[in-house]
């Protein structure tokens, strides 16, 4: 079973699934690992979103890492752990999330918009730092916030074909959502949005 950082370095993006069905979930988790992708983020404001994860940590997670996101509350935490997801991704700083996380062994990203957040992200044990929305702040937003903030930092929301290269020189990973994934996509669909993304993250290199 791979870890998170050894998913990471193979590919250093986060598919995020909001929307997904029972019925999707392996059928997507083969798509998106032949493109090469390994993090699966199942959003918890999804109907199903345990059931979903049960299936993808079934399906795919000695292949690929399978966690949750839009997670609010200490009793999310609990109850993803207990469905087999092994990291927390979260749209806010909330210390009693990160700590929760942190005492079950997962990895914690939850995420900020100031400086203040991320500090008090890092105090409270965070693992990851996720920049949200990043895509209205830029890479050099990012570039700035590392002369203090040494703890790695995911952009996440708005980040697109576009931008993503600027924000891999200066982010240790990048979360994708309806690019991957959305409710309605085909199969080839996914499979060509994630290929596109692929592409752009080797030829950034």
């Not at 909001?18 to 999707?24: A, D, K, L, M």
């Not at 409710?183 to 080839?188: C, R």
């Amino acid at each position: 079973m791979k870890s998170f950082e050894e998913c990471l370095k193979e590919c250093p993006l986060v598919a995020i699934l909001r929307g997904i069905t029972p019925g999707e979930v392996e059928d997507v988790c083969d798509v998106l690992y032949e493109s090469g992708v390994r993090l699966l983020e199942i959003t918890l404001n999804t109907s199903d979103a345990l059931e979903c994860i049960d299936i993808a940590v079934r399906h795919a997670g000695n292949r690929m890492r399978i966690g949750a996101g839009t997670v609010l509350t200490p009793d999310d935490v609990v109850r993803v752990h207990g469905h087999g997801g092994s990291f927390i991704i979260s749209p806010n700083t909330d210390v009693s999330v990160i700590r929760k996380t942190r005492e079950l062994g997962m990895i914690s990203m939850p995420g900020f918009f100031s400086p203040s957040e991320a500090f008090t992200a890092m105090a409270a044990g965070a693992t990851y730092l996720k920049l949200f929305p990043a895509g209205s702040l830029g890479a050099s937003y990012v570039k700035d916030l590392k002369a203090v903030i040494k703890t790695p930092i995911f952009a996440v929301g708005g980040v697109n074909k576009d931008n993503l290269a600027s924000f891999m020189k200066v982010c240790i990973g990048a979360g994708i959502g309806s690019f991957f994934y959305k409710p309605g996509k085909t199969l080839a669909e996914i499979r060509a949005g994630a290929d596109e993304m692929i592409a752009v993250l080797r030829d950034g290199k």
